[in-house]
């Protein structure tokens, strides 16, 4: 793997009423709530998507007002009821600080594109640590990498199937081999030398020594992979279709139009 995971355990404690929760999160999006609240969703490990309002974090004033920003790593804690489907917010505090991300258009790029995918694919009152390890480690590894990561986002991909149950195979003598295509076979679920089922796209070259990088576990030096615009576009667009064969409800992401800015200026 290319990055490292870790997290701390969720606690809970109850009251008359409620619980009230403390755990890591990430926040994934906010709406505005009348004249200085906002209703902002967050991604916990235990729990999966949790709605929270946070009341003030409109006013510059409010300790809220940066924190719920989309990509935060953060320690919160709330009161839970399970009769509602916002809770409130009672603190929250930086768990990890990730500001280098904001100001990189690449890193932007792709953690914004992460966090679409990942509110797409966790649910309400769901067990999803492993997931939520993941996309930490990826924000963590973001914010102190240094250098290009476009290339990043195919791995990422990769690593939301695994870690969806859809993860793609790939044949050992793909990995050993030096021939010049490997195929994406969409129904079977893998890479192959030749066309193993009817829907299938052949990969380039540069495509193909990205692949063979990820399943030699050479992820460090996938940023290094010759990959062109169009190359990394056409690879995203490939996992994209794969992804959405085998996992039901996956939109195409808002996000992408930072991609093509990127592409724009290339």
């Known amino acids: 793997m290319l990055f490292h995971d870790s997290y701390f355990t969720v606690y809970l404690t109850v009251t008359a009423f ?3 929760k403390k755990s890591p999160a990430i926040v994934l999006r906010s709406v505005d709530f009348r004249e200085s609240s906002k209703i902002v969703t967050l991604f916990t490990p235990e729990e999966g998507k949790v709605s929270v309002m946070v009341r003030g974090a409109k006013s510059p004033k409010s300790k809220y007002s940066g924190l719920m920003q989309t990509g935060n790593i953060l320690d919160v804690i709330y009161f839970y009821k399970t009769s ?73 991909q990769m690593r939301l199937a695994e870690l969806m149950g859809v993860g793609l195979q790939s044949e050992e003598k793909i990995e050993r081999n030096s021939g010049n295509f490997v195929y994406l076979n969409i129904n079977s679920g893998s890479f192959s030398d030749e066309p193993a089922d009817e829907f299938y796209f052949r990969l380039t070259n540069p495509q193909t020594e990205y692949v063979k990088a990820v ?13 062109n615009t169009s190359d990394l576009k056409q690879l995203i667009c490939h996992m994209d279709v794969y992804l959405k064969h085998h996992i039901e409800g996956l939109k195409d992401r808002k996000s992408d139009v930072i991609f093509e800015q990127l592409s724009m200026t290339t």
């Open 215 to 227: 399943f030699g576990n050479k992820a460090a030096v996938l940023l290094k992979k010759n990959l």
């Open 18 to 20: 409620q619980l009230i």
């Open 84 to 156: 509602r489907s916002v809770q409130s917010l009672s603190d929250a505090t930086y768990r990890q600080k990730t500001f280098n991300i904001q100001t990189d258009y690449e890193k932007l790029a792709v953690s914004m594109g992460l966090l679409e995918m990942t509110d797409q694919l966790v649910h309400s009152h769901e067990n999803s640590s492993e997931l939520f390890q993941f996309v930490e480690s990826v924000l963590n590894w973001l914010h102190n990498t240094e250098g290009q990561v476009r290339n990043l986002f195919p791995y990422i």
